[in-house]
């Protein structure tokens, strides 16, 4: 594959590892630039950010500094859920506008995932979409409480069984076929992609729109209206940092968003047999009602990408390559990939890697814009951002152009994030979350009763 051409690039995902096209990184910044948006950061809020702002008025100099390569980071290292939710729930948003507002957030969320499989129809980016929807088993008794709890909140707030329903459990393993099922949610806003080829491709696009992306530059600090690298100066009337869970680089900015590790594992492309037996035609996105998170997809070629969130916060929100390449976490993971599929028990594990979501304190993901600076910032996602990222990406479009849409009005914007706890509370506080969570799983499975203190800690992160 060529997209081994650089090696430092193609193990850090199944996604970038198996890309046909080069991985070779774009030019630096070339010295002081003067331009009407400079946007910090490679991955698809950035990318995104672009593509809107230049389809908005293509008249505009819009750059991307990135300081690896586009791609390096989530975008190109995350389960490939395009899946129509938001981490925080519709009543956290209605705390910052009004219920209907908050609503209206939700609805479009749900239709970003159209908007992402029209633009890469559009603009001819092959990144395998594949709207098929999310599976989740209710695999405990708890955690069939919990989705009929879900369900009826939802139409409660007038979602029909044409955006979300409950399945019984022969309905549920028809879909896909895992063990100890006793139902599910089958939810419909959602899709599976390659987000390697996603991001590498819109890169490309927006360069094509006349974006300058500038790889191998980092950002060494950004301020209103200008920011500094070590190549050079950009000037800009609007400065907007999409820099996610990599936000902890930049001065002062350590406490602002918490990296969190989410880990993946690949089979070998396994033959159709094995799917007559689990089941995932159509390639819908799957998992279950556990705390502690897991999430997979059947690939285009036929294997099966699985991760979870297994491994530690790590002390002063440190980043560690090498707990993203092969850790027991992995192990862990592919451990109840098996579980969940006896028959991928003979299957051979051809990618181990990871990386790093950022997760705001209030679990909020949030776009915030001043036009008097013309700074802005947008991200937070915990995780679920391939598709909330457009969505951020269009809202921020239309605050740095003026436009009157419904879009500026939603109640994710200029949302102000708490900061995270000074250390050792930040490493604390997020071990023993994790570890009641954990725990919390594994009574629940022995006991199949509801854990009461995952209930509250669940509650208390919405």
């Known amino acids: ?24 990184p774009r030019r630096g910044l070339p010295g002081d630039v003067d331009v009407d948006v400079a946007i910090v950061g490679g991955g698809f809020s950035g990318l995104w950010t672009a593509y809107y702002l230049l389809q908005h008025d293509p008249s505009l100099r819009v750059c991307i500094v990135e300081r690896d390569i586009c791609g390096f980071g989530a975008s190109g290292r995350n389960g490939g859920w395009c899946v129509g939710e938001l981490a925080a729930s519709v009543e956290s948003y209605a705390k910052h506008g009004s219920h209907e507002s908050a ?37 405990s008794e708890p955690q069939e409480r919990r989705q009929r709890d879900e ?47 996603l991001v590498r491709g819109l890169a490309s696009v927006v360069e094509q729109q006349g974006c300058s992306i500038y790889e191998q530059t980092a950002a060494i600090s950004i301020g209103d209206g200008q920011v500094t690298t070590a190549a050079g100066t950009i000037t800009a009337g609007h400065v907007i940092r999409a820099t996610e869970a ?20 690949a089979t070998e492309p396994l033959d159709e047999s094995v799917f007559d037996e689990i089941g995932l035609a159509g390639r819908p996105t799957f998992a279950d009602d556990r705390y502690m998170v897991i999430y997979g997809q059947r690939t285009a070629d036929n294997r ?25 976490a992995h192990d862990l993971i592919a451990r109840t990939l098996i579980e969940l599929f006896p028959a991928l028990e003979d299957a051979e594990i051809t990618h181990r890697w990871g990386g790093v979501l950022g997760a705001p304190r209030n679990w909020t993901p949030a776009v915030t814009y001043d036009a008097v600076t013309g700074s802005g910032h947008l991200g937070g996602y915990v995780g679920e951002g391939v598709a909330a990222s457009n969505l951020a990406a269009r809202t921020m479009a239309d605050l740095v152009t003026g436009a009157s849409s419904e879009l500026v009005a939603l109640p994710w914007t200029n949302v102000r994030w708490r900061r995270w706890e000074p250390e050792p509370l930040r490493w604390g506080g997020v071990r023993v979350g994790r570890w009641l969570m954990r725990k919390a799983d594994e009574a629940e499975s022995r006991t199949d009763k509801d854990s009461r203190v995952a209930m509250r800690l669940s509650r208390m992160l919405r």
């Open 1 to 24: 594959m060529t997209g081994r051409q650089d090696s430092r690039y193609s193990p850090l995902s199944l996604w970038l590892d198996r890309l046909d096209a080069s991985l070779k």
């Open 304 to 328: 099966i990408a699985f991760g979870g969130r297994g491994a530690p916060y790590m002390f002063g929100s440190r980043i560690d390559s090498a707990t993203e390449r092969d850790s027991g």
């Open 246 to 265: 990599y936000t902890r680089d930049l001065p002062g900015e350590r406490r602002t968003l918490l990296p969190l590790y989410s880990l993946m594992v």
């Open 103 to 139: 609503l209206s957030l939700l609805r479009h969320t749900f239709d970003t995932v159209d908007e992402v499989g029209r633009v890469v129809a559009t603009e001819g980016i092959d990144c395998d979409f594949a709207k098929g929807g999310t599976l989740r088993w209710a695999r």
């Open 151 to 197: 369900i009826d909140e939802m139409h409660a707030l007038g979602i029909g069984e044409d955006i979300i329903r409950l399945l019984d459990a022969d309905e549920a393993r028809s879909i896909g076929n895992a063990t100890a099922v006793r139902g599910g949610i089958f939810f419909a806003p959602s899709a599976a992609l390659d987000p390697a080829k």
